[in-house]
């Protein structure tokens, strides 16, 4: 499958808050949003997945426009995991992950929804949280569970918008290695916006990067992430190092080098 | 104290329950559906237990009063209109008159307004994702009673003879009264809910926000029901007076009859919004993304609760509180699955509304105490206790 934008504008009300933004995105591949708070990340996956539709230009898949596709049909295409939560949810974690399986079914759930949803759970290690209930969890485990309703939905397509934001290191790295084992083992495509630019290096097989509205850069990793780009789109100074483990960012406080503005 | 994790014992932590482990099957999920299971099953033996209840104290319900029948009479009775050949009457014939005439289209019209507000509630709830809201917090009670009020104290003069009139439904005298009075309460029940759709902003504001407007909905009504009563002669001042304390006494199988359809018709379709009303517990984007109209969804959710309640308010008057206290109730014991938690709590709302207005019967017999009064003093010590629930305190 294969998401192509094109020209695509939005705005809330008056408000622009993305311009003429084109890219492609294809099952098989990691695409991560980069860019600092408030360039428009959250608001470009909801055009993707059309709970927002685009202002202006439009959003393809395979070649069908997404606004002639019907809604469950596309809720089969498309899984979307907001960034947090402002509200709790007061159900158990099992009722919150077979939500997901809401496309496939009618008014009751099948032993297979059953089973897709304990599976999701346990990839995403929430398994012995089932029967409690999710407003009562932490905000990493809350985070676990949402991406496990994403799993049971089982689309062609994640979008999560900063799934990574309130687990600990350890999660993180779970999160992003097991959603990337998905991508790479059943085909499934995932667009996913980051803040930490050293999980989009690792885990990304593209990178889409923001600046003021648009595109400021979409290509490869390793060919995208430079030092210049982070210091023209974060306005921060870093230094890529080559680790053991491969390359990493270290950003450094202007000040740490002598350069105190005061 | 923190302990500072060397570079191995990290390496080592993170491989004794990684989640490749889990993805490889190297960790059992049987279990897992077995649990769900499990849940069902107490969440049905839970509404079976309830409907259990539910019968037998309606059972009981016939027979106390200010007179007391035996449950064996009680029995008979309701067994002879079953079945005349079979099971004889009771011995003293007025108890059958008792009965069927005067308590049992009470004892229905309690058990019907208990189910309306109570699925009104979890739809509610469930549609704005407000714990706090429910047909008597949003302010439909009171938008109802207004509707009902005015027909009350308009309807006659404006209709004439054709507001006395009737048609016969199943050997029952219909009155066009009762359809008028059901008409107006839904029309300004309706009314208000969009009203605090429109003035709380949008679905999805926030929880004080809606309960505001729904106060300020509320008075706005109550002005103008103190304006009806104002306005109206001496009997139709009576007439409003009595009927807003909230109570059962001028039930009567008319009325019974044109709710019982209405009802029914409201709970079936709601349940069919249940599982797309589970997925607005993830919040509006997510709901849409799982391919649910969710506006349109609301706007149908709120408009069949309007429905029901408005329809069973006409008669009963306002009714406080059983829209939050059932579905809080049942949540406690079984989640909130939309589709179980509205049969369970329509009967829990039945219960509550059956027990209370028995207990105002009987508690200064032979006078009676409106239901609507005790409903008042259990709801709210019951929302008090809602609103100070560290729970839902920190959801707001």
Same mark, same amino acid.
């Given at each position: ?116 949803? #304990? ?6 290690? &929430? ?64 667009? %996913? ?19 003021? /509205? ?32 491969? /390359? ?15 | ?42 969440? &049905? ?43 004889? !009457? ?31 509630? %979890? ?9 706090? &809201? ?94 009806? /009563? ?16 909230? !109570? ?97 709590? #329509? ?50």
């Amino acid at each position: 499958m294969r998401i192509t934008l094109e020209d695509v504008c939005q705005s809330y009300d008056s408000f622009e808050v993305l311009r003429n933004i084109s890219f492609t995105a294809e099952t098989g591949e990691v695409l991560a949003l980069l860019g600092p708070n408030g360039c428009g990340k959250s608001t470009l996956i909801k055009t993707v997945c059309n709970v927002k539709p685009a202002f202006s230009g439009s959003v393809h898949i395979d070649g069908t426009n997404i606004a002639a596709i019907n809604k469950k049909a596309l809720a089969k295409l498309m899984a979307y995991v907001p960034q947090g939560t402002t509200h709790s949810v007061f159900s158990t974690v099992y009722d919150a992950v077979l939500v997901g399986r809401r496309p496939y079914m009618e008014w009751s759930y099948t032993r297979n929804d059953l089973r897709i949803a #304990a599976e999701a759970m346990v990839a995403m290690n &929430v398994g012995d949280l089932a029967d409690r209930y999710v407003n009562e969890l932490s905000g990493g485990q809350m985070q676990r569970v949402f991406i496990a309703r994403a799993l049971t939905q089982d689309p062609s397509f994640y979008l999560l918008d900063e799934p990574t934001s309130s687990l600990d290191i350890r999660n993180q790295l779970d999160t992003m290695r097991i959603m990337n084992e998905i991508v790479k083992g059943r085909g499934s495509g995932m667009i %996913v916006a980051l803040h930490d630019l050293n999980l989009a290096l690792r885990y990304s097989d593209k990178v889409l990067v923001m600046k003021d /509205k648009g595109v400021y850069a979409f290509g490869r990793p390793e060919d995208v992430i430079t030092e210049r780009t982070i210091r023209e789109v974060y306005g921060v100074d870093a230094e890529i190092v080559e680790g053991k483990h491969g /390359k990493y960012i270290q950003p450094y406080d202007r000040s740490d080098a002598g350069l105190c503005i005061s | 104290m923190v302990k500072e994790l060397t570079e191995s014992e990290m390496l080592m932590e993170a491989q004794q329950t990684s989640l490749y482990d889990i993805l490889r099957n190297k960790v059992s999920y049987d279990g897992l559906e077995g649990l769900y299971i499990v849940t069902v099953r107490k969440r &049905v033996m839970f509404i079976l237990g309830l409907l259990v209840l539910t019968i037998v104290a309606s059972l009981l319900a016939l027979g106390i009063g200010s007179v007391d029948i035996p449950v064996t009479d009680t029995l008979k009775v309701i067994g002879h209109q079953l079945s005349p050949s079979s099971i004889p !009457g009771p011995e003293n014939e007025w108890y059958s008159t008792i009965i069927l005439k005067s308590r049992m289209p009470r004892i229905l019209m309690a058990l019907i307004t208990g189910i309306s507000l109570a699925i009104s509630g %979890v739809i509610m709830q469930g549609l704005l994702r407000n714990p706090l &809201v429910s047909p008597f917090t949003l302010g439909v009670s009171s938008a109802a009673s207004f509707g009902a009020a005015m027909t009350i104290v308009y309807a006659p003069s404006i209709f004439g003879s054709f507001y006395y009139g009737g048609v016969m439904i199943l050997g029952q005298d219909i009155i066009f009264r009762n359809i008028l009075l059901i008409l107006f309460s839904f029309l300004f029940g309706l009314a208000s809910v969009m009203l605090v759709i429109v003035v709380s902003g949008r679905g999805d504001a926030s929880r004080s926000t809606v309960i505001l407007a729904g106060v300020v909905i509320s008075y706005l009504f109550q002005a103008g029901i103190s304006f009806a /009563k104002y306005i109206s002669d001496d009997e139709a001042l009576r007439e409003i007076t009595l009927w807003l304390m909230g !109570g059962m006494w001028g039930v009567t199988w008319s009325s019974v009859l044109i709710l019982i359809p209405i009802v029914a018709v409201g709970f079936i379709l709601m349940e069919k919004l249940a599982v797309d009303i589970n997925t607005l517990s993830t919040g509006d984007d997510v709901a849409s993304s799982l391919g649910v109209n969710v506006s349109k969804l609301r706007n149908r959710g709120l408009a069949l609760s309007a429905l029901v309640t408005s329809a069973c308010l006409a008669f009963t008057g306002i009714i406080g509180f059983i829209g939050l206290m059932a579905p809080h109730i049942c949540r406690i014991f079984i989640g909130n699955d939309t589709r179980y938690l509205m049969p369970a709590a #329509a009967l829990m709302g039945a219960l509550i509304l059956l027990v209370s207005d028995t207990v105002g019967r009987v508690i200064i017999r032979p006078s009676q105490l409106p239901v609507g009064v005790i409903m008042y003093i259990i709801g709210g010590i019951f929302f008090m206790w809602l609103i100070t629930r560290k729970n839902w305190r920190n959801m707001a």
